[in-house]
């Protein structure tokens, strides 16, 4: 497709259970984000990538949270040991720029992720 | 750092009334300034943005924002709206060299007929 495409849409999770979460950017972009989206709340940076280089990690909440880029284009959210506090729609973003030239960045539909 | 303060959490609004959602920034570099809107179950979309140039940017749907550098606010304008304009609005800022968006709480804009 032309968008960027997240999978699952819905996961839940047992507390302790770990999970990966999924983004397939807009083909070409070289920029890739991720970012948290609490219930009610904004959308929260969490980490990241220009090409396969993760530039960014600040916003990772814990050394639970782990994502890769391997090759410059599909990116995964891995969270380890979930806790309810996780429970949130995980968003990914994709860009064609970085840096002053990033001006428009592309969202994904999500990933709701329940922990119970 | 940068942060984002949307004013109002909620805005009910009649059929084809104006309407305006606020949002101030605050910031100690140079940024760029984002509206993005949120449709139910739908990913977030960019509905307009300010990078330099004219302080009144427009969108493709009738609204606009303008940018004031001295109130530091960035208000969002529409001045009739539709029902299918009901959705969760997001002010956002980058730095200009910066990567990450800063996104505020967000308004649910919900237009009754």
């Known amino acids: 497709g032309a968008g960027v495409s997240q999978s699952p849409r819905y996961k839940v999770a047992k507390r302790g259970q770990d999970v990966a979460l999924r983004c397939d950017p807009i083909?070409?972009?070289?920029?890739l984000f991720w970012y948290q989206q609490a219930l009610g709340q904004g959308p929260e940076f969490l980490t990241y990538?220009?090409?396969?280089?993760?530039?960014?990690k600040s916003g990772l909440p814990s050394d639970r949270f782990f994502a890769e880029r391997p090759e410059g284009s599909v990116s995964t959210l891995k969270i380890q040991r979930t806790q309810q506090e996780d429970s949130a729609v995980y968003l990914c973003?994709?860009?064609?720029?970085?840096?002053?030239?990033?001006?428009?960045?592309?969202f994904g539909q999500g990933t709701r992720l329940t922990v119970v | 750092a940068q942060s984002v303060t949307q004013l109002d959490s909620q805005v009910p609004v009649f059929e084809e009334a104006p309407v305006e959602l606020r949002c101030n920034y605050s910031?100690?570099?140079?940024?760029?300034l984002f509206w993005y809107v949120q449709y139910p179950n739908q990913g977030l979309q960019l509905l307009l943005k300010?990078?330099?140039?004219?302080?009144l940017v427009e969108s493709i749907n009738g609204f606009e924002a303008e940018f004031n550098k001295s109130q530091t606010s960035f208000h969002l304008r529409k001045p009739s709206v539709h029902i299918s304009d009901t959705a969760e609005y997001f002010c956002?800022?980058?730095?200009?060299?910066?990567?990450?968006?800063?996104f505020g709480e967000g308004t649910q804009l919900t237009v009754n007929p």
């Open positions: 910031s100690s570099v140079s940024v760029y």
């Open positions: 300010y990078l330099s140039g004219s302080t």
């Open positions: 973003a994709s860009s064609p720029d970085t840096g002053p030239l990033n001006t428009e960045a592309f």
């Open positions: 956002a800022v980058k730095e200009t060299s910066g990567s990450r968006l800063t």
């Open positions: 083909s070409g972009h070289v920029s």
């Open positions: 990538f220009q090409n396969e280089a993760q530039l960014d």
